[in-house]
């Protein structure tokens, strides 16, 4: 864990994990400007995640931290979470946005694939949100997982990914049904906003933009937008998952 200067412990505290770039660092930066302390949970990413603490504390000293974790190394999570309480105080978010994702052709699949995309995008969020309960009950706080629209229509090829993303969406309505009235569970389901990182055709991405009801990709500052409305002005909202697809779910 990096150190920073002395920090507010007023100041609200969120854990993103796989926040050390793309989606999760988007959304670290923009619930940052909103206020927040920003826990910056990486796996192998420590030089962006570095960065990344770098620069929020650049805007307000002692206000980001990282965190190295492997999330598929279940028994550690809840010392993850003990550290995340111990830099700051508190823990008032709790936001699921590490994911592997990657093609998983039936005929091909294997148990290994199934434990990491099942690890990364179901597994790791149940125990987080295990571990973290007892602290986000005494803040009122929020847990925030990213879905996909693809939990519930699937992505060619990609059956075990899009199981997973199903499963966290059943999770987070029953997550939000037992944890309430003091934490709210949510959920943000984004649709084109980055390709994968090892790239995508060309031709596939220009023929799921034209089934785009607005024409277009997203960003990663969508989600984060997005997340900052849960944030900060959702307060009686709980149990829902926020499509943010420019239409893409409504126009397969």
């Not at 694939?113 to 179901?122: C, I, P, R, V, Y």
């Not at 090829?157 to 003091?182: F, I, N, Q, W």
């Not at 607005?214 to 829902?240: C, H, M, N």
Request: charged letters at 15%; one cysteine or more.
């Amino acid at each position: 864990m990096t150190a920073a200067a002395a920090h507010d412990p007023g100041q609200p505290t969120v854990l993103i994990t796989g926040a050390a770039k793309r989606v999760g660092a988007a959304i670290a930066r923009q619930l940052h400007a909103a206020g927040a302390n920003i826990l910056i949970h990486y796996r192998q990413s420590a030089a962006d995640a570095d960065c990344l603490a770098a620069a929020l504390n650049v805007v307000r000293p002692g206000s980001a931290l990282t965190l190295a974790g492997d999330l598929l190394a279940t028994a550690t999570l809840p010392d993850l979470v003990q550290r995340a309480v111990a830099a700051f105080g508190r823990l008032d978010v709790l936001i699921n946005n590490a994911s592997s994702f990657y093609p998983t052709p039936l005929g091909t699949i294997t148990e290994a694939q199934w434990d990491d995309l099942f690890g990364t995008n179901l597994k790791a969020p149940l125990f987080l949100a295990q571990a973290s309960a007892p602290h986000l009950k005494a803040t009122r706080g929020l847990i925030l997982n990213l879905v996909d629209i693809h939990s519930q229509r699937p992505l060619p090829d990609h059956s075990v990914y899009c199981t997973a993303k199903a499963g966290l969406a059943m999770l987070t309505r029953a997550l939000a049904r037992e944890l309430g009235p003091e934490i709210r569970v949510n959920g943000i389901a984004p649709g084109p906003v980055l390709w994968p990182e090892g790239g995508m055709d060309n031709d596939l991405q220009a023929k799921i933009i034209s089934r785009t009801a607005l024409r277009r990709s997203g960003s990663p500052e969508d989600i984060a937008k997005a997340a900052l409305f849960f944030f900060k002005d959702a307060p009686y909202v709980t149990g829902q998952i926020l499509a943010v697809d420019g239409g893409r779910s409504i126009g397969w």
